[in-house]
Structure formats: structure tokens, C-alpha cells
């Protein structure tokens, strides 16, 4: 069965810290997302990655960078977080084909103070 | 940009009842999912549609793809307390990158 693994369910940092998400998977899939997800605006596609070392950025980059380092994870960072950056936070994998479906975590609720 | 809106973007009705919800667009897409998603969880897929006009049935729920490829109804039978939750529609456009709807949040009540 797919897994894609968020390490934290729920976060609270505070105005300019670094904050760092981590999304894990173990189906050895090529293409990782990161999507916010607000009420109202559906998925925004924050950055995506096709390879290991590879990014895109998608619709909503300013303010979040990624790293893949291996093809199993795919970190957000998030330079110096602002309260406009609370949101839900989701990852997902996919493999490599138009018709594949994106797999995803169950989430990081962030919350900024 | 290209837009996918879903109507409508809250719906609450009895169990038993019939609904449908819409996604529509200006935009010919490849193709288009269906996801649902559960509180506190991340979204699953239902179905993809891909030829124009296409129906596909899963259990109580009807699927179809418009004959232009811009829009794609849900249709719930009989809905059921289970069946509560955010349903989303994604479009693939021709760049292949998937374009995402608001979602319809559907309550199912006892």
C-alpha cells in the first residue's frame, strides 16, 4: 500500500523562525509535491520536484524553498515564516505517467504566531 | 490561468437524498480526477475520466466527463453518512500540470 508520511501533524512556530516539513515516501515514486491548502482556494501548488535534486517551482513559491537530497524525501522550508504562511500544508507523490493519481500525507496543519 | 470551479462549494442534506456536484471550466483538460477527502486526512482518488463524454460508475457514484472535456459532474445516490467529506476536481491541461478546483464540502446527516 502507498505511504507518504508528514512528520508532524500539527506545528506552531513563531514570526521569522525557519521552519522545515518533511514528507517521506516509500513507493519509490519520480515526482513529489507540496501544496497549501486554504479555505476556499482549494490546492496551491507550492513547489514540485521530478527527480532527485531537481525543483519547480508551482503557482506559490515567494517565501518557501525545497530540497531533495534523496528520492524518498522532499522537504519544505520555509525561510522566515509569517502568519500569512498558517495554512494546511499537503504532500504528495506521484508516478511518472499523465494518468497517474497523486498519492498523498495526511497533512501538516502550521500555525504561525 | 486556468480555472476549475466547483458549485456547489458547500452542500448539507438527509441521508438517503441524491446530489450532484459540478466542475467547470473555460479549459479543455486531458483528463480529470476525482479525490475525496476526510477530515484530518489527505485526499484519495475516486476516478479519472478521460474520453469526452465518458461515464463511469463507482458503487453509488456516477462520474462523467463533459463531451467538450471541460466539465465533469458527480452524481451521489441514495448519499450516506460515509460519503461526508471534501470532494475535489483536478484537470490535467496540456502542459500536463493538474489544476486544482476549491472542492465541494459535502455533510451527509443521519
Known amino acids: 500500500d502507498v505511504k507518504v508520511t508528514q512528520s508532524s501533524r500539527y506545528l506552531v512556530k513563531r514570526t521569522g523562525e525557519k521552519v522545515f516539513l518533511e514528507c517521506v515516501q516509500d513507493?519509490?515514486?519520480?515526482?513529489m509535491f507540496w501544496y497549501r491548502q486554504d479555505p476556499g482556494l482549494g490546492l496551491r501548488l507550492i513547489y514540485f520536484?521530478?527527480?532527485?535534486?531537481?525543483?519547480e517551482k508551482g503557482d506559490i513559491p515567494e517565501g518557501y524553498s525545497v530540497s531533495r537530497e534523496k528520492k524518498e524525501r522532499f522537504s519544505l522550508i520555509l525561510e522566515s515564516a509569517s502568519t500569512n504562511q498558517t495554512s494546511m500544508y499537503l504532500c504528495?507523490?506521484?508516478?511518472?505517467?499523465?494518468?497517474?493519481?497523486?498519492?498523498f500525507g495526511d497533512g501538516t496543519r502550521l500555525s504561525i504566531l | 490561468t486556468q480555472l476549475l470551479e466547483q458549485s456547489p462549494q458547500f452542500l448539507s442534506i438527509q441521508e438517503g437524498e441524491n446530489l450532484t456536484v459540478y466542475c467547470n471550466s473555460s479549459?479543455?483538460?486531458?483528463?480529470l480526477q476525482w479525490y475525496r477527502q476526510e477530515p484530518g486526512e489527505g485526499p484519495v482518488l475516486l476516478v479519472t475520466?478521460?474520453?469526452g463524454g465518458e461515464v463511469k460508475k463507482l458503487k453509488r457514484l456516477t462520474f462523467q466527463f463533459g463531451d467538450a472535456r471541460k466539465d465533469s459532474s458527480l452524481h451521489i445516490t441514495a448519499a450516506q453518512p460515509g460519503d461526508t467529506g471534501l470532494y475535489l476536481c483536478?484537470?490535467?491541461?496540456?502542459?500536463?500540470?493538474?489544476?486544482w478546483g476549491a472542492g465541494t464540502k459535502l455533510i451527509i446527516k443521519p
Open positions: 504528495a507523490t506521484r508516478r511518472t505517467g499523465s494518468m497517474q493519481p497523486q498519492h
Open positions: 483536478a484537470g490535467r491541461d496540456s502542459n500536463y500540470q493538474l489544476i
Open positions: 479549459s479543455v483538460f486531458s483528463s
Open positions: 520536484s521530478y527527480d532527485v535534486k531537481m525543483k
Open positions: 513507493m519509490d515514486h519520480e515526482n
Open positions: 475520466v478521460v474520453t
